[in-house]
């Protein structure tokens, strides 16, 4: 079973090596950027000079691109090559109801197709350990539950089309909500006196103890902003999860107060750095 994948950026390009890595078939790929598509024919991939010699010659296509109508215009790129016998993965974060709507144009053509979007940030997609939530028919599940093991150690289905981003954004909405109470409170708490450090040891000893923090205090008292997960990544999820709330007549305050802090970030410029560097904004430097 052939394999062709589309989108080797951040987090794609770690995904597709262990794609490579572990598959006993060929895998084609292709990107933007050539030099991506290079790296990855050195580990083994088949590089292609388009995505519809992609589509031509996999079984299973999966796309890891970065917005909604990239997504739609991939697909509708892509769909007269596209015929049964094929599936489809997505595993982009986008709108639900635009990954419902190329689920339809897929599926017209006798072809199936999934909605995977991943959780975690680059260092779990060189290990293979994401956790991956998908949304398809559940006799498509365990066919392809395989091949996204390939990729993730987590792999649940959450429903029919369109539920993996339903839950994607929820859990990403919940991070960044965590994430700014992180930042209020130490903030708050270095304004008296507290360290760092000694906050997130605290911390650790009671109810208030979250994986954010745990995984992050060290880089954040270092004011490392390196990226693993941009700021802009995350801004666009929390603006998918401000139209699913007006989509669903239910106000969400905790995301919105969010979403300011993200939109502050992305006016000052600084929206390609990693999605901690919010606590600069939380503390007030600008």
């Keep these: 079973m052939k394999i062709g994948f589309i989108g080797l950026g951040i987090m794609g390009e770690s995904m597709c090596a262990n794609i490579v890595k572990k598959h006993n078939d060929k895998v084609f790929c292709n990107d933007l950027n050539r030099n991506q598509v290079v790296k990855l024919e050195a580990d083994g991939a088949i590089a292609c000079e388009n995505n519809i010699e992609v ?32 599936t489809c993965i997505d595993m982009s974060t986008i709108d639900p ?5 190329v689920a339809d144009m897929v599926k017209a053509r006798g072809a199936q197709f999934a909605d995977a979007p991943v959780v975690k940030s680059k260092p779990a997609a060189i290990a293979g350990t994401l956790g991956i939530y998908v949304g398809c028919d559940e006799s498509l599940f365990p066919e392809i ?55 997130a040891k ?10 954010y923090l745990d995984g992050q205090w060290k880089n954040l008292d270092a ?44 006016e000052e410029g600084i929206g390609k750095e990693d999605f901690r560097a919010t606590f600069k904004a939380v503390r007030g430097d600008f």
């Design 97 to 101: 109801s635009v990954s419902r709507e």
């Design 223 to 266: 004011e490392n902003w390196q990226t693993a997960f941009s700021i802009e990544n995350m801004h666009k999820d929390l603006g998918i999860c401000e139209r699913m709330s007006q989509e669903s007549n239910f106000p969400m305050p905790g995301m919105e107060n969010a979403k300011h802090v993200y939109d502050k970030c992305m």
């Design 202 to 211: 605290a911390i650790s000893y009671g109810g208030g103890q979250n994986f």
């Design 55 to 86: 589509a031509k010659n996999a079984d299973i296509i999966i796309s890891m691109v970065p917005k909604s109508e990239h997504v739609r215009a991939l697909y509708t790129e892509l769909l007269p090559y596209i015929s049964a016998g094929k």
């Design 145 to 199: 539950k395989p091949i996204l093991e390939y990729m993730g150690c987590n792999v649940i289905r959450m429903g029919e089309n369109g539920m993996g981003l339903v839950m994607k954004i929820c859990h990403n909405t919940l991070v960044a909500e965590i994430q700014n109470g992180v930042n209020e409170t130490i903030n708050l708490a270095k304004r008296y006196g507290v360290s760092i450090e000694d906050f």
